[in-house]
C-alpha cells in the first residue's frame, strides 16, 4: 500500500512555543490529507481536512488560529500548533489517500508533550 | 451526523475463545475500515469492506459488512495472547478517506 510519513515521531515542547509536525506522502501524490488527534484512552477525532493550494477545512470546536495547517504540494502538509500549551498534548496522526474512493493509508503518528 | 458506536468497548477473553466486536453506523456509507492499534503506535489497517454482504479474513479475524443494517462485525477465533490491541471500525463519510472512527474497542487475551 502507499506509505505516508510523518515526522517528529514525538517532540517536547515548552508552554507557549510553536510545533510544526510534518505529513508527507512518500509514494503517491495527495491533494487532501487529514488530521486527526488522539487523547489517551480515546479515540481519534478528525481536526483538519488539508487542501493542496487552499485554505484548510476545520472541524467545529478546531481553532484555525491555533492549528496552522499548510499543504504547499502534493505530497507535503504541515500542522503548526502555536502557542502550545499542556492541553494540546495528544498523538497527532495523518492521512492521506491516492485519490477518490481509495484506502486511506496512515501515518506513523506524533506524540506531542506540552510542559 | 454520521456517529459510529462500536460495542464492547472493554474484552477481556481468554485465549482459545471466540467473540465477536461490533460496529454501527447511523448514515448511508459503502466504505468502512478496521484498524488495529498498539499502545503508543499509529493505526494498522486490517480490512477495508466496500459493498454490502463483504466478508474478509486474515488468520484470526474475519470482518464483515451489513450496509443494510449499517452494521460491521469483526470476529476473533480462537484468541491468541497476541491479538490484545484496541480495534476501531471507522466509516467514509463521501469516499474521500474522511473517516469518523468509533470509540475503539479495547481487547485483553489472558492466557
Known amino acids: 500500500g502507499a506509505v505516508v510519513s510523518q515526522h517528529p515521531s514525538w517532540v517536547i515542547c515548552k508552554s507557549g512555543t510553536s510545533v510544526k509536525i510534518e505529513c508527507r506522502s512518500l509514494?503517491?501524490?495527495?491533494?487532501?490529507m487529514f488530521w486527526y488527534r488522539q487523547f489517551p484512552k480515546q479515540s481519534l477525532m478528525l481536526m483538519a481536512t488539508s487542501n493542496e493550494g487552499s485554505k484548510a477545512t476545520y472541524e467545529q470546536g478546531v481553532e484555525k488560529d491555533k492549528f496552522l495547517i499548510n499543504h504547499a504540494s502534493l505530497t507535503l502538509s504541515t500542522l503548526t500548533v502555536t502557542s502550545a500549551h499542556p492541553e494540546d498534548s495528544s498523538f497527532y496522526i495523518c492521512?492521506?489517500?491516492?485519490?477518490?474512493?481509495?484506502?486511506?493509508?496512515f501515518g506513523q503518528g506524533t506524540r506531542l508533550t506540552v510542559v | 451526523e454520521l456517529k459510529v458506536e462500536q460495542n464492547p468497548l472493554f474484552l477481556s477473553m481468554q485465549e482459545g475463545k471466540n467473540y465477536t466486536i461490533y460496529c454501527n453506523y447511523s448514515t448511508t456509507s459503502d466504505r468502512l475500515y478496521w484498524y488495529r492499534q498498539d499502545p503508543g503506535k499509529s493505526l494498522e489497517s486490517l480490512f477495508v469492506?466496500?459493498?454490502?454482504?463483504a466478508v474478509k479474513q486474515e488468520g484470526r479475524l474475519m470482518a464483515s459488512l451489513d450496509t443494510k443494517a449499517r452494521l460491521s462485525t469483526l470476529h476473533i477465533t480462537a484468541a491468541v495472547h497476541d491479538l490484545s490491541a484496541t480495534y476501531f471500525c471507522?466509516?467514509?463519510?463521501?469516499?474521500?478517506?474522511?473517516?469518523?472512527f468509533g470509540q475503539g474497542t479495547r481487547l485483553t487475551i489472558n492466557p
Open positions: 469492506l466496500l459493498s454490502n454482504g
Open positions: 492521512s492521506a489517500g491516492e485519490g477518490v474512493n481509495t484506502e486511506a493509508f
Open positions: 471507522a466509516v467514509d463519510m463521501s469516499g474521500a478517506q474522511k473517516l469518523v
Open positions: 509514494d503517491f501524490q495527495a491533494t487532501t
